[in-house]
């Protein structure tokens, strides 16, 4: 059933129609029944209670770089978290007890919908460090938060002192010890739940060391990840003990293609959307891949790319 028109009942901006392929990284994709843009918390938890009452289906996009959105697109109402709901401020802490040296630990807090990059740009600034491993990963922190977005051994949960969380009209707020970060995964909220903002603890370094480390990742990033190219980074999750990349290389499908859909030859586990791909191109290869891995190495490869609106399959 098709969401009724709520613009009278919602002060935030809704289009109806709004294409999804522009707001993902993959850039494939039909467009959402109707997109919302919350700019405050309190208009998210509004818009999230009215979805409820009017039974509405609906899903969060971030920077849409983990996601991929059919052919058909999606028919409930696409949540849109951008900068406009992306503010960072600092959490003021009580000061030591006299005598006791200030803990060098920095609480700041940041809306969901803020950019990774935005965050690394403010922290720099201020000389805040702990969150260089993320350079180069292109979400917003809600949605690195609910993919304990990681690279080179550290993962964003490592960070995360609390989450202000919000559903049915209600911000709820959830500390670290009820929180439980794993591989591409948080344990914790409940299922209707949205990250509105995450509550990080950063230590105070210096700028030059942390613009030394953030370049050094980019650098590493640039060595081993296709550049240029549409795609969510990597398509698979690694499974236990070992890479997907390596075993999609191995079965000899580095460069295979399935209409404009593409695994990359610079690194096998990024799915690339080559050449105007649609997302049936992309599930046909990656069923594709999870087939021949399987065949081969006895392996099921679980993606860790998002679905959206594939449900009438
Ligand atoms: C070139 C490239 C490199 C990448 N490298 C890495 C990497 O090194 N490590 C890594 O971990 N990932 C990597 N990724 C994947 C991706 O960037 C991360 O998973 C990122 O954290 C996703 O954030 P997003 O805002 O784009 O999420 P989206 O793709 O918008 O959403 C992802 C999922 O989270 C949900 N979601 C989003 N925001 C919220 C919210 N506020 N509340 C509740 N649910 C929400 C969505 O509904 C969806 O299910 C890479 C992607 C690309 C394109």
């Keep these: 059933a098709e969401c009724p028109l709520f613009s009278e009942n919602w002060d935030g901006e809704l289009r109806r129609n709004e294409p999804l392929a522009p707001l993902t990284t993959l850039r494939v994709g039909g467009p959402a029944a109707v997109a919302a843009r919350p700019s405050t918390l309190a208009q998210l938890a509004s818009l999230l209670a ?14 849409g770089s983990n996601l991929l959105v059919a052919d058909e697109g999606y028919a409930g109402v696409a949540i849109i978290l951008g900068q406009r709901l992306g503010r960072i401020t600092r959490v003021p802490v009580a000061p030591e007890p006299a005598g006791r040296e200030a ?26 460090g702990g969150l260089e491993f993320l350079a180069g990963i292109p979400g917003s922190i809600g949605g690195a938060v609910m993919m304990n977005a990681g690279a080179w051994g550290e993962s964003l949960g490592e960070r995360v002192h609390a989450l202000e969380v919000v559903s049915g009209g209600r911000v709820r707020v959830i500390n670290r010890s009820a929180l439980e970060f794993s591989y591409r995964l948080v344990q914790g909220l409940a299922a209707d739940e949205v990250v509105g903002a995450a509550i990080l603890a950063l230590v105070a370094r210096e700028p030059a060391t942390i613009q030394a480390l953030v370049r050094q990742r980019h650098e590493q990033r640039r060595a081993a990840q296709p550049r240029g190219v549409a795609s969510a980074g990597s398509f698979f999750k690694n499974p236990p003990g070992d890479y997907a990349g390596r075993l999609i290389e191995q079965a000899g499908l580095k460069g295979v293609r399935v209409g404009g859909a593409q695994v990359s030859r610079k690194h096998a586990n990024f799915l690339i959307n080559s050449q105007g791909a649609r997302a049936a191109d992309l599930l046909a290869l990656m069923k594709l891949v999870q087939e021949q891995v399987l065949a081969r190495f006895g392996v099921r490869l679980e993606p860790e790319v998002h679905l ?3 449900e009438r399959e």
């Design 103 to 128: 803990a060098d630990r920095v609480l700041v807090r940041v809306e969901a919908g803020c950019s990774l990059a935005a965050l690394l740009a403010w922290a720099l600034k201020r000389g805040l």
């Design 308 to 310: 959206l609106g594939f």
């Design 50 to 63: 009215l979805l409820d009452w009017l039974g509405c289906p609906r899903r969060v996009l971030g920077r």
